[in-house]
Nanobody
Framework: QAQLVESGGGLAQTGGSLRLSCSAS????????MGWFRQAPGKEREFVAG????????YYADAVKGRFVISRNTDKAGITLQMNDLKPEDTAIYYC????????????????WGQGTQVTVSS
């Protein structure tokens, strides 16, 4: 059974850091494209960062570029998201996703999703 489980969310102050982890099992671990999305209250879910196993290219939303770093675990069974210089606008539920193709920015490129982890940044 394909499964993604996020962890590492919590409360941080502006300028602080958090590290999110996503553990993949079953078919999710064999997906070569993985990424992070987030959904803030009252807003649509949006792309945050993505990585592809084929070329290890990393993709970032403009809002997080230079602050967040996505990495794939050495055993390929998951990814992490290092979030630095956090801002109140980073407050959202963060979702891990896995897929087999398509543009990494689009939700339709992913077919397996985690339940999400809350990140709250206080000002």
């Amino acid at each position: 059974q394909a499964q993604l489980v996020e962890s590492g969310g919590g409360l941080a102050q502006t300028g602080g850091s958090l590290r999110l982890s996503c553990s993949a099992s079953g078919q999710a671990a064999s997906r070569y494209a993985m990424g992070w999305f987030r959904q803030a209250p009252g807003k649509e879910r949006e792309f945050v960062a993505g990585v592809r196993d084929t070329n290890n290219n990393r993709y970032y939303a403009d809002a997080v570029k230079g602050r967040f770093v996505i990495s794939r675990n050495t055993d390929k069974a998951g990814i992490t998201l290092q979030m630095n210089d956090l801002k109140p606008e980073d407050t959202a539920i963060y979702y891990c996703a896995a897929g087999i193709g398509g543009h990494p920015h689009f939700e339709r490129s992913y077919d397996i999703w985690g339940q999400g982890t809350q990140v709250t940044v206080s000002s």
